[in-house]
């Protein structure tokens, strides 16, 4: 029997490189700080004062050079008002991916597989009889030609049509989804920052899409007393506002965009921590934080009665525990027949994930 067989640990050389040990904490550091590279940069001052990050060898200015000379960082007016850089913006999304989704295999550039099987480019296990209009690539031979000698005997084979078999594939589908992040005042409140959490799985979901999926589509949104689409490279620069929630706002962009899209899945992740308390009634605002308001309710209610009369399943990452909060989402969870999910921040990309590749495997409808 052979056993184990040990021998020396060779690290990775990113493992014994301490640009790339301190860069890994500069990217987590950038999503804390919503995209200030001064600010990051001044809190590994600080770590490196507490903690000894660096030392002799290569110090915080040898990082900080070779953070510009490397293309991460730009000082356009030698004035220490660092800029983040394009190749850092995407950085950040690749890391929050192996984050988040570290298990993610890599695979080819694809669609959505679903159920249904047809004139796909999926090929799964079973055979059928070849039809007309079935791709010759697909013909399986071996089971054509077994085919051949029961229908015609050994003596005298010959291959026909009614003797072929093809193997079967599935149709794969495009899904569009629009994912909405709740920008309100309350992501930060009672010491528990939520919209760090959120904008990492924002930068996760766009970089899988984006990479894996491409041709899906993915749109984002925030809403606070407002809602506005922001653009995929915007994600690390994301702050939290002084709003109330307009979920209203929210549901009626994200409906307006997917209306536009051509794709038959179309799907809303919405991600929040809170209650509606805001609508827009002309140029007014309508405000109020204290319990659910019927109005506010109402309103949001009816709107996911659309998405359900559309066709859009809306699934809520609920990132709140209060009781009274989650009624309000099952509430409007059964109004749009969609789902939902109470995570807590750490889980919450894993369930964004699972909901994204349960989607790909069936229709939305």
Same mark, same amino acid.
């Given at each position: 029997?052979?056993? +184990?067989?040990?021998?020396?640990?060779?690290? =990775?050389?990113?493992?014994?490189?301490?640009?790339?040990?301190?860069?890994?904490?500069?990217?987590?550091?950038?999503?804390?700080? /919503?995209?200030?590279?001064?600010?990051?940069?001044?809190?590994?001052?600080?770590?490196?004062?507490?903690?000894?990050?660096?030392?002799? @060898?290569?110090?915080?200015?040898?990082?900080?050079? &070779?953070?510009?000379?490397?293309?991460?960082?730009?000082?356009?007016?030698?004035?220490?008002?660092? /800029?983040?850089? $394009?190749?850092?913006?995407?950085?950040?999304?690749?890391?929050?991916?192996?984050?988040?989704?570290?298990?993610? *295999?890599?695979?080819?550039?694809?669609?959505?597989?679903? @159920?249904?099987?047809?004139?796909?480019?999926?090929? /799964?296990?079973?055979?059928?009889?070849?039809?007309?209009?079935?791709? %010759? #690539?697909?013909?399986?031979?071996?089971?054509?030609?077994?085919?051949?000698?029961?229908?015609?005997?050994?003596?005298?084979?010959?291959?026909?049509?009614?003797?072929?078999?093809?193997? #079967? !594939? &599935?149709?794969?589908?495009?899904?569009?989804?629009? %994912?909405?992040?709740?920008?309100?005042?309350?992501?930060?409140?009672?010491?528990?920052?939520?919209?760090?959490?959120?904008?990492?799985?924002?930068?996760?979901?766009?970089?899988?899409?984006?990479?894996?999926?491409?041709?899906? !589509?993915?749109?984002?949104?925030?809403?606070?007393?407002?809602?506005?689409?922001?653009?995929?490279?915007? %994600?690390?620069?994301?702050?939290?506002?002084?709003?109330?929630?307009?979920?209203?706002?929210?549901? #009626? %962009?994200?409906?307006?965009?997917?209306?536009?899209? *051509?794709?038959?899945?179309?799907?809303?992740?919405?991600?929040?921590?809170?209650?509606?308390?805001?609508?827009?009634?002309?140029? *007014?605002?309508?405000?109020? /934080?204290?319990?659910?308001?019927?109005?506010?309710?109402?309103?949001?209610?009816?709107? $996911?009665?659309?998405?359900?009369?559309?066709?859009?399943?809306?699934?809520?990452?609920?990132?709140?525990? =209060?009781?009274?909060?989650?009624?309000?989402?099952?509430?409007?969870?059964?109004?749009?027949?969609?789902?939902?999910?109470?995570? @807590?921040?750490?889980?919450?990309?894993?369930?964004?994930?699972?909901? +994204? #590749? *349960?989607?790909?495997?069936?229709?939305?409808?």
């Amino acid at each position: 029997m052979i056993g +184990y067989r040990f021998s020396d640990y060779i690290p =990775d050389d990113k493992e014994g490189n301490p640009f790339e040990r301190l860069l890994k904490l500069f990217m987590q550091l950038l999503v804390y700080t /919503s995209g200030d590279a001064a600010e990051a940069l001044q809190w590994m001052n600080e770590l490196d004062k507490e903690y000894q990050i660096t030392d002799d @060898s290569y110090g915080m200015g040898d990082f900080i050079q &070779e953070l510009k000379d490397k293309g991460y960082i730009r000082d356009e007016n030698n004035d220490g008002l660092f /800029s983040l850089t $394009a190749k850092s913006e995407q950085s950040i999304r690749q890391r929050s991916l192996e984050e988040i989704f570290g298990k993610l *295999k890599k695979t080819g550039q694809g669609n959505h597989r679903t @159920s249904f099987s047809g004139t796909g480019d999926e090929v /799964s296990s079973d055979t059928r009889p070849y039809q007309f209009g079935d791709r %010759l #690539e697909n013909i399986e031979m071996t089971d054509s030609l077994r085919n051949a000698q029961i229908n015609h005997g050994i003596n005298d084979l010959r291959l026909t049509e009614d003797d072929l078999e093809v193997m #079967e !594939t &599935e149709y794969k589908t495009q899904t569009s989804t629009v %994912l909405m992040i709740d920008i309100s005042h309350s992501m930060i409140l009672y010491g528990e920052d939520r919209i760090t959490p959120a904008k990492k799985v924002a930068m996760a979901l766009s970089e899988l899409i984006t990479t894996k999926y491409p041709k899906d !589509t993915l749109d984002i949104i925030v809403f606070g007393d407002d809602a506005w689409p922001i653009e995929i490279k915007d %994600l690390p620069y994301l702050k939290v506002g002084p709003y109330h929630t307009n979920t209203v706002a929210g549901l #009626e %962009l994200a409906m307006d965009i997917l209306r536009r899209r *051509k794709n038959a899945n179309k799907q809303i992740f919405m991600i929040t921590d809170g209650k509606p308390t805001c609508l827009k009634e002309g140029i *007014k605002y309508y405000k109020n /934080s204290f319990g659910l308001d019927r109005k506010i309710l109402n309103r949001t209610l009816n709107l $996911a009665g659309q998405c359900r009369r559309l066709g859009i399943k809306v699934t809520t990452f609920m990132v709140a525990s =209060d009781p009274y909060l989650q009624k309000f989402v099952q509430e409007f969870t059964e109004e749009n027949n969609g789902k939902a999910f109470y995570t @807590s921040l750490q889980g919450l990309g894993d369930y964004v994930f699972e909901d +994204y #590749e *349960k989607n790909r495997r069936r229709r939305v409808k």
